[in-house]
């Protein structure tokens, strides 16, 4: 079965990016551009895994995180948390909001694929 | 300014306030009672003129009449409870006054003025009850005494007697009376003072409030600067990253083949891209460390880890750099180590700038990083074989965008950053960071410490 994931990123070559890596690597993907859309879409289409920007307009990454892990048919879902502020105790502040793993930005696509893989990997 | 030196008498009667103070009904006795004696004692040597009279009844009256007022004040003033004192005083002056009317030879007009005089002075300092012995003193000496002389005996009273017999008791009562205004003025007075303080104390308290209130206005102010400055860095770093994060993400994507198959000259032109972008992150990263320092905003996150441990996954990450240049690169750790507070990830950012400056500028040789401890710090050194540094850029190799000699630096890159972020963070920990040892064309050690006890 194909995996499906959700990824959230208000900058569309970031989204590409992740669209290019994942579809290449078999996975399907699903897009989200804000923290409400990352909601809706979490609700709506059941990942398997999100990939959560932190910085995003509106409502942001560690809060749309919150939403769906407060939602019990969605809080099993792994959530990856992308952040580009890489200040101290933003790892911290993931992992409180419910995020599975976290990485900085700019991440290396490959090791982010590994990480990936061995989430979805850990799930079956 | 020269100050006014007190007279003699004035400092005297300064020292003796201070030891006696004078009760208020002392006070007020003394004035009625030295006004108020001699004239009576006048009224009764009118009144008795031309009449025999004993010499002794002639130095009593006078001894009443002149002495008495000040031997009544200072006994008053010395006893232990002044106001008692006065009292008892007070009724020796209605035990004489009692007598009045056999001096005065039964004239029962001007005795009862007299009388009344006293007695109304003594309600006026007393009140009713002291009225009430009063009038029981003077009563049984003024029946006594008209039972020693024979009542039928009663004179006529003549006229002036009886002039002089008001006279005393008019002079009793003013006496009294301006007492009591001068009281009254003093209290008003008394009360305009505290007035006066309790509003310089209001004021005072408001200008306090308003001090403290300012001083909160500019805490807030400070930190909302603070947080202004936190989000600017915030977004600057994310600004920054985004569009990095694409062209290292797109770099390596092409690399690996997920557009199709890559010709190897573009391959090595896109490896490159790769290391320029990821010298551009590098830089970004110092930028914004510096801008974090430079701000305040650069918080360390302390916890315990193994000093060893972190030296050997910092060195290990370098592997490949020493390798592509056949540097050795070896790891030596004093034994074993307890762990270290201290935040792992600036503190493993401070020993790979340091190790990646050795593999930078030695060409050939080995680079060394020796961990170990004594009973107040740990010490982490890195030793190579590189150029060397002169003297004449010891210091200033610590400084931001500084480095040695230029002309060998400039083909080697770098900003001149790592090394004066590398030696605040240390220092924000609350050890050092120095050269060592450096001699040209022989090799430099670097090495910092980090206290074993946080202060």
Redesign the interface.
């Given at each position: 079965m194909t995996k499906r994931i959700l990824i959230v990123d208000d900058n569309e070559d970031n989204r590409q990016i992740l669209i290019d890596l994942l579809t290449g690597a078999g996975f399907e993907v699903i897009e989200a551009r804000t923290g409400f859309d990352a909601v809706e879409t979490a609700g709506r289409e059941r990942p398997h895994l999100v990939l959560m920007d932190i910085q995003l307009p509106g409502m942001d990454g560690l809060e749309a995180t919150r939403r769906i892990k407060a939602q019990p048919e969605l809080a099993a879902i792994p959530v990856i948390a992308v952040t580009s502020y890489a200040l101290a105790g933003d790892d911290r502040k993931a992992a409180a909001a419910g995020c599975d793993d976290y990485v900085t930005k700019p991440y290396s696509p490959r090791a982010l694929l590994a990480k990936v893989r061995s989430i979805l990997a850990g799930e079956d | 300014m020269q100050e006014r030196k007190p007279s003699t008498i004035a400092r005297l009667r300064h020292d003796l306030a201070v030891v006696y103070p004078v009760h208020p009904m002392v006070r007020i006795n003394r004035i009625v009672r030295v006004v108020g004696c001699p004239l009576a004692v006048v009224l009764v040597i009118v009144a008795r003129w031309g009449e025999p009279t004993p010499r002794w009844l002639w130095a009593a009256l006078l001894a009443y009449g002149v002495a008495w007022p000040q031997v009544a004040y200072w006994l008053a003033r010395l006893a232990k409870s002044p106001k008692r004192a006065a009292y008892l005083c007070l009724m020796f002056d209605c035990a004489c006054f009692g007598a009045s009317g056999t001096l005065l030879g039964n004239q029962l007009v001007p005795s009862f003025v007299l009388m009344t005089g006293i007695l109304t002075a003594v309600a006026g300092v007393g009140g009713i009850s002291l009225f009430l012995a009063g009038v029981a003193v003077l009563g049984v000496v003024f029946v006594a005494g008209s039972f020693a002389t024979d009542w039928r005996e009663a004179a006529q009273s003549d006229l002036l007697t009886i002039f002089l017999s008001l006279a005393v008791a008019f002079v009793f009562q003013l006496m009294l009376a301006l007492q009591a205004f001068n009281q009254a003025r003093e209290l008003i007075q008394r009360r305009r003072q505290i007035q006066e303080q309790s509003t310089r104390i209001i004021e005072q308290n408001e200008a306090l409030e308003e001090a403290m209130q300012r001083t909160e206005e500019a805490h807030h102010a400070m930190e909302a600067a603070n947080l202004a400055k936190s989000r600017f860095?915030?977004n600057m770093?994310?600004e920054l990253?985004?569009?990095?994060?694409?062209?290292?993400?797109?770099t390596?994507?092409i690399q690996?083949g997920?557009?199709g198959e890559v010709p190897e000259r573009v391959g090595a032109t896109l490896g490159r891209v790769e290391r320029s972008?990821r010298n551009l992150?590098s830089l970004i990263?110092e930028v914004l460390d510096l801008s974090k320092i430079e701000a305040g905003q650069f918080?360390?996150?302390i916890a315990p880890f193994s000093l060893a441990d972190m030296a050997s996954s910092a060195v290990a990450s370098l592997e490949s750099l020493a390798k592509e240049k056949r540097i050795t690169l070896t790891t030596a750790v004093a034994g074993e180590l307890p762990p270290v507070q201290a935040?792992e990830?600036r503190v493993t950012q401070v020993l790979v700038n340091l190790v990646g400056n050795a593999l930078k500028f030695t060409d050939a040789g080995e680079v060394e990083v020796s961990v170990t401890a004594d009973a107040t710090e740990f010490a982490v050194t890195v030793r190579d074989t590189g150029p060397g540094i002169a003297p004449e850029f010891h210091e200033r190799i610590f400084e931001e965008f500084q480095q040695a000699d230029t002309s060998t630096t400039r083909p080697k890159g770098g900003a001149g950053l790592g090394l004066a972020i590398a030696k605040r963070i240390v220092e924000m920990h609350g050890g050092k960071l120095a050269l060592l040892r450096s001699e040209v064309n022989i090799g430099s050690t670097f090495g910092f410490t980090l206290p074993r006890e946080r202060s």
């Amino acid at each position: 079965m194909t995996k499906r994931i959700l990824i959230v990123d208000d900058n569309e070559d970031n989204r590409q990016i992740l669209i290019d890596l994942l579809t290449g690597a078999g996975f399907e993907v699903i897009e989200a551009r804000t923290g409400f859309d990352a909601v809706e879409t979490a609700g709506r289409e059941r990942p398997h895994l999100v990939l959560m920007d932190i910085q995003l307009p509106g409502m942001d990454g560690l809060e749309a995180t919150r939403r769906i892990k407060a939602q019990p048919e969605l809080a099993a879902i792994p959530v990856i948390a992308v952040t580009s502020y890489a200040l101290a105790g933003d790892d911290r502040k993931a992992a409180a909001a419910g995020c599975d793993d976290y990485v900085t930005k700019p991440y290396s696509p490959r090791a982010l694929l590994a990480k990936v893989r061995s989430i979805l990997a850990g799930e079956d | 300014m020269q100050e006014r030196k007190p007279s003699t008498i004035a400092r005297l009667r300064h020292d003796l306030a201070v030891v006696y103070p004078v009760h208020p009904m002392v006070r007020i006795n003394r004035i009625v009672r030295v006004v108020g004696c001699p004239l009576a004692v006048v009224l009764v040597i009118v009144a008795r003129w031309g009449e025999p009279t004993p010499r002794w009844l002639w130095a009593a009256l006078l001894a009443y009449g002149v002495a008495w007022p000040q031997v009544a004040y200072w006994l008053a003033r010395l006893a232990k409870s002044p106001k008692r004192a006065a009292y008892l005083c007070l009724m020796f002056d209605c035990a004489c006054f009692g007598a009045s009317g056999t001096l005065l030879g039964n004239q029962l007009v001007p005795s009862f003025v007299l009388m009344t005089g006293i007695l109304t002075a003594v309600a006026g300092v007393g009140g009713i009850s002291l009225f009430l012995a009063g009038v029981a003193v003077l009563g049984v000496v003024f029946v006594a005494g008209s039972f020693a002389t024979d009542w039928r005996e009663a004179a006529q009273s003549d006229l002036l007697t009886i002039f002089l017999s008001l006279a005393v008791a008019f002079v009793f009562q003013l006496m009294l009376a301006l007492q009591a205004f001068n009281q009254a003025r003093e209290l008003i007075q008394r009360r305009r003072q505290i007035q006066e303080q309790s509003t310089r104390i209001i004021e005072q308290n408001e200008a306090l409030e308003e001090a403290m209130q300012r001083t909160e206005e500019a805490h807030h102010a400070m930190e909302a600067a603070n947080l202004a400055k936190s989000r600017f860095l915030a977004n600057m770093s994310h600004e920054l990253r985004t569009p990095l994060n694409a062209i290292i993400g797109y770099t390596e994507l092409i690399q690996d083949g997920t557009y199709g198959e890559v010709p190897e000259r573009v391959g090595a032109t896109l490896g490159r891209v790769e290391r320029s972008g990821r010298n551009l992150l590098s830089l970004i990263n110092e930028v914004l460390d510096l801008s974090k320092i430079e701000a305040g905003q650069f918080k360390l996150d302390i916890a315990p880890f193994s000093l060893a441990d972190m030296a050997s996954s910092a060195v290990a990450s370098l592997e490949s750099l020493a390798k592509e240049k056949r540097i050795t690169l070896t790891t030596a750790v004093a034994g074993e180590l307890p762990p270290v507070q201290a935040d792992e990830r600036r503190v493993t950012q401070v020993l790979v700038n340091l190790v990646g400056n050795a593999l930078k500028f030695t060409d050939a040789g080995e680079v060394e990083v020796s961990v170990t401890a004594d009973a107040t710090e740990f010490a982490v050194t890195v030793r190579d074989t590189g150029p060397g540094i002169a003297p004449e850029f010891h210091e200033r190799i610590f400084e931001e965008f500084q480095q040695a000699d230029t002309s060998t630096t400039r083909p080697k890159g770098g900003a001149g950053l790592g090394l004066a972020i590398a030696k605040r963070i240390v220092e924000m920990h609350g050890g050092k960071l120095a050269l060592l040892r450096s001699e040209v064309n022989i090799g430099s050690t670097f090495g910092f410490t980090l206290p074993r006890e946080r202060s």
